[in-house]
């Protein structure tokens, strides 16, 4: 079994930066893909990034420039740097992992962004 573990959301000044964590735990192969979606108020749940384990990325047009997603193999961790935050980016942040036809989620970390 697969969990993930989320990190580093919390309220921040629109302009400002955070930077989110998963940690994903269990029986891992090598090959994956992890990214996060996230889920604004009233609205419905969006792709914001995803990074294989071979360091191919791929963003969401609305974060292109401002996001940066990243990983650490070793520990199977995926981290998304967010600067130039505005009110828009407001959401709760999932991440996920998918392995071969099955995908995992975190819990979800609040992120607000204050105007």
């Known amino acids: 079994q697969v969990q993930l573990a989320e990190s580093g959301g919390g309220l921040v000044q629109s302009g400002g930066s955070l930077r989110l964590s998963c940690a994903a735990s269990g029986n891992i192969p090598g090959r994956n893909l992890m990214g996060w979606y996230r889920q604004g108020p009233g609205k419905e749940r969006e792709l914001v990034a995803f990074?294989?384990?071979?360091?191919?990325?791929n963003y969401a047009e609305f974060v292109k420039g401002r996001f940066t997603i990243s990983r650490d193999n070793t520990k199977n961790t995926v981290y998304l740097q967010m600067k130039s935050l505005k009110s828009d980016d407001t959401a709760v942040y999932y991440c996920y992992l998918e392995l071969y036809v099955t995908t995992y989620w975190g819990q979800g970390t609040q992120v607000t962004v204050s105007s």
């Open positions: 990074i294989t384990t071979g360091g191919g990325t």
